[in-house]
């Protein structure tokens, strides 16, 4: 088990070699990551298992745990997002061996001798952030229940005469007199 994770390696390699790699990564080098976070500081533990499985398909076994600071999409405010998340990859050379695979697989689709490796995490992070993240109603700063009102209160029915086209109306029926 390596502790210190390369910045490019040959999947398949590392998986003919039954490699590991544990370690922390700081959220701060995790360049598209940052697009989602409310703060950068921080790290997120990781493990990559490089192995074969019983069908000796190339496998890569992840984890990632920690936690993120992220932004409230109601009140824009910061708000922890713990992250536990275990994956299982499959190295695959084409497309065909990617719709073959078993559901438990998610393919990794290796077209190039290399790949960089935090990117498996970084990957794995922003997939576990949800597209509109928001804090519970109790504890956001935004309350909803003054928004709920100022929208019943748009909502009302507009009376007849505030009607935009009942000047329309009056003209099509003097339109129909001159017939």
Not at 38 to 49: D, K, M, N, V
Not at 101 to 112: G, H, I, Q, S
Request: charge should be negative.
């Amino acid at each position: 088990m390596l502790s210190q994770l390369p910045e490019r390696a040959d999947p398949i390699r590392l998986c003919e070699s039954d490699r590991q790699f544990e370690g922390v990564v700081k959220l701060h080098d995790l360049q598209r990551l940052g697009a989602f976070l409310a703060s950068s500081e921080g790290e997120i533990r990781y493990s990559l298992l490089f192995t074969r499985d019983a069908d000796r398909r190339r496998v890569i076994e992840g984890y990632v745990q920690g936690e993120l600071q992220i932004v409230c999409q109601r009140c824009l405010g910061a708000m922890p997002l713990p992250i536990h998340s275990d994956w299982q990859l499959a190295v695959v050379t084409g497309f065909q061996q990617a719709e073959q695979l078993p559901e438990e697989y998610d393919p990794l689709l290796v077209e190039e001798d290399t790949i960089v490796l935090r990117d498996l995490i970084e990957d794995e992070l922003i997939l576990a952030v949800p597209s509109a993240a928001r804090h519970e109603p109790d504890q956001c700063a935004v309350q909803l229940t003054d928004y709920q009102e100022e929208v019943e209160e748009e909502t009302e029915a507009p009376e007849a005469s505030d009607n935009p086209f009942a000047v329309l109306a009056q003209m099509k029926g003097k339109g129909s007199d001159v017939n």
